[in-house]
C-alpha cells in the first residue's frame, strides 16, 4: 500500500479520533453500525425464517407496543429495583466485612479461606436450596444479588486495605490521630478504588445473576420477559429483552461505573502505592 493510499485513510482515522473524543456518546455508538448491519442483512437473505431470526425493523416495532403499553417500563423498573436493593446490601454487608478482614490478621487468617470458598459457589448453584427455602418470589432474587454482590466488593476491599503501606499508618498515628481517624482518613480514602472496582464487578455479576433468576424463579422483569417470550415461541422479544439488557449495562458502566471508578483513582489512587 502506497503512501497516497494510506495518507488520506489516516486523515480519514484521525478525524474520527477527534470527533470521538469531543462527541464520546456519538462515538459509543458507531461499533454497534457494522453488528446492526450484518444482523439485517442476514435476516433479509432468507437464510433463517422471519420467526427464528427477525430483523432489527421487527425488534423496533415491538420496542415501540411494549412501550406504549407498560409493559416493558414495568418489568425494567421491577429489574432495576431489585439490583439496587440487592447491590445496597450487598455493600452494606461487603464493606465493613472486607475492613475488618483486611484490618485484621486474626480475621484475615480466619474468613479468608470460607470468603474464597463460597466465592467458588455460583449464584445460581443456591437457586434449588433457595426455592426450598423461600419460593419463588422476591426473597430468593434479593439474596442472590446480595450473594453474587458481596464476594467482589469484600475480596477487594481487603486488597485495598491491605495494600495501604503500614507506614502511612505508623504515620497518621505518630501525628496524635485516633484508630477511628487512621481508618476514616487513611484506609478508607487508600482503599476506595479497590472498593469501586469491586462495586463495579459486584454489579456486573449481580446484573446476570439477576436475569438468570428472574427466568427460573420471576414473575416480572426483564429476564421473566425473555423466558414468557420463549414459551409463546416470540424470537422477537428475546432478542428485545437481551438488546435491552445490553444497553442498560453499557450505558450504567461506561457512563456512571467507569468514570467514577476513574475519578476516584485520580484522586486517591496514589495513597495505595
Request: zero cysteines; proline letters at 6%.
Amino acid at each position: 500500500m502506497n503512501a497516497a493510499t494510506v495518507s488520506p485513510l489516516l486523515r480519514i482515522w484521525g478525524a474520527y479520533v477527534r470527533w470521538s473524543a469531543h462527541h464520546p456518546a456519538l462515538a459509543s455508538l458507531v461499533p454497534f453500525v457494522p453488528v446492526l448491519a450484518l444482523w439485517a442483512a442476514v435476516a433479509r437473505s432468507g437464510m433463517f425464517p422471519p420467526v427464528f431470526l427477525p430483523g432489527p425493523i421487527e425488534v423496533i416495532d415491538r420496542f415501540g407496543t411494549l412501550m406504549a403499553n407498560g409493559i416493558l417500563p414495568a418489568y425494567l423498573e421491577d429489574s432495576v429495583v431489585r439490583l439496587a436493593a440487592g447491590t445496597a446490601v450487598g455493600l452494606a454487608m461487603g464493606i465493613p466485612l472486607g475492613l475488618l478482614v483486611g484490618l485484621s490478621d486474626r480475621a484475615y487468617r480466619a474468613l479468608w479461606p470460607v470468603l474464597l470458598f463460597f466465592q467458588a459457589i455460583g449464584d445460581i448453584a443456591w437457586l434449588p436450596i433457595l426455592l426450598i427455602w423461600f419460593g419463588f418470589g422476591l426473597t430468593t432474587m434479593i439474596f442472590v444479588i446480595v450473594y453474587t454482590v458481596l464476594f467482589p466488593v469484600v475480596l477487594n476491599t481487603v486488597l485495598g486495605v491491605r495494600s495501604v503501606p503500614l507506614e502511612l499508618h505508623r504515620a497518621a498515628l505518630s501525628l496524635g490521630a485516633s484508630k477511628a481517624r487512621v481508618l476514616w482518613e487513611v484506609v478508607l480514602p487508600g482503599s476506595l478504588p479497590n472498593i469501586m472496582t469491586g462495586l463495579r464487578n459486584g454489579l456486573g455479576f449481580g446484573w446476570r445473576a439477576l436475569i438468570a433468576a428472574e427466568i427460573i424463579v420471576g414473575t416480572s422483569g426483564i429476564g421473566f420477559l425473555m423466558f414468557d417470550a420463549r414459551r409463546a415461541g416470540s424470537v422477537v422479544e428475546i432478542l428485545l429483552g437481551m438488546i435491552v439488557l445490553g444497553v442498560l449495562w453499557y450505558v450504567v458502566d461506561s457512563w456512571v461505573l467507569a468514570p467514577i471508578e476513574r475519578a476516584t483513582g485520580q484522586r486517591w489512587g496514589l495513597v495505595t502505592e
